[in-house]
């Protein structure tokens, strides 16, 4: 819902500025889904979504000030960019995300037997059935691919941000590429039997 034009981003951080009532409101309306969009790509459980999201929402309108608008979707960014860092801070503190644990298991016969060169054709699937499949992925697997293909940061910067090695997150990409095309292929298999 775009509620306040085609420079809302200005608009937004001037009702900030200006110590407007609505602005808080308004971020939200204009913001929420979205945000409720990235956080649930990182945290499957939706309990767990609203309690970050809270605090995602905490930690926007408390450090807004410090925003500094630079162009179109500068905002936008700033937002996701908090929401993600809230959903890896509670994947560490509540020991869901253990990547280096992950990183050590063998992967099963099954996922060896899908090789990279023979992808399947993710066409056939729609966008809700796809986000389930990269939902139920292990935390670890879940949360590297979608720093990496979605949110576009390098090995070394997921790296950085989960405390691994780039390698790890290299290792941690493979095995969930894997095992989201195995899922796909059992899931186009049994659509296939309907």
């Given at each position: 819902m775009k509620i306040l034009g085609e420079n809302?981003?200005?608009?937004?951080?001037?009702?900030?500025?200006?110590?407007?009532?609505?602005?808080?409101?308004?971020?939200?309306?204009?913001?929420?889904d979205y945000l409720t969009g990235v956080c649930f790509r990182y945290i499957a459980d939706d309990d767990n979504v609203n309690d970050?999201?809270?605090e995602s929402f905490i930690k926007i309108f408390t450090q807004i000030h410090s925003f500094e608008y630079r162009d179109k979707g500068s905002l936008k960014?700033?937002?996701?960019r908090i929401v993600i860092n809230e959903s890896l801070r509670f994947l560490r503190t509540s020991n869901s995300l253990d990547v280096k644990r992950l990183d050590l298991e063998e992967p099963d016969m099954a996922s060896n037997m899908l090789v990279a060169d023979d992808p399947p054709d993710t066409?056939?699937?729609?966008?809700?059935?796809?986000?389930?499949?990269i939902a139920s992925l292990p935390?670890?697997?879940?949360?590297?691919?979608?720093?990496?293909?979605?949110?576009?940061l390098s090995h070394k910067e997921i790296a950085s941000q989960?405390?691994?090695?780039?390698?790890?997150?290299?290792?941690q990409l493979h095995k969930a590429k894997q095992m989201l095309a195995r899922m796909?292929?059992?899931?186009?298999?049994?659509s296939d039997k309907i």
């Amino acid at each position: 819902m775009k509620i306040l034009g085609e420079n809302r981003e200005q608009r937004l951080i001037q009702l900030f500025r200006r110590g407007d009532a609505t602005a808080m409101d308004r971020l939200y309306t204009e913001y929420a889904d979205y945000l409720t969009g990235v956080c649930f790509r990182y945290i499957a459980d939706d309990d767990n979504v609203n309690d970050v999201l809270q605090e995602s929402f905490i930690k926007i309108f408390t450090q807004i000030h410090s925003f500094e608008y630079r162009d179109k979707g500068s905002l936008k960014a700033w937002l996701r960019r908090i929401v993600i860092n809230e959903s890896l801070r509670f994947l560490r503190t509540s020991n869901s995300l253990d990547v280096k644990r992950l990183d050590l298991e063998e992967p099963d016969m099954a996922s060896n037997m899908l090789v990279a060169d023979d992808p399947p054709d993710t066409g056939l699937v729609d966008t809700d059935t796809l986000a389930s499949l990269i939902a139920s992925l292990p935390p670890g697997y879940r949360t590297v691919l979608n720093l990496y293909v979605i949110d576009g940061l390098s090995h070394k910067e997921i790296a950085s941000q989960l405390g691994i090695k780039p390698d790890t997150s290299a290792s941690q990409l493979h095995k969930a590429k894997q095992m989201l095309a195995r899922m796909i292929k059992e899931y186009q298999d049994k659509s296939d039997k309907i």
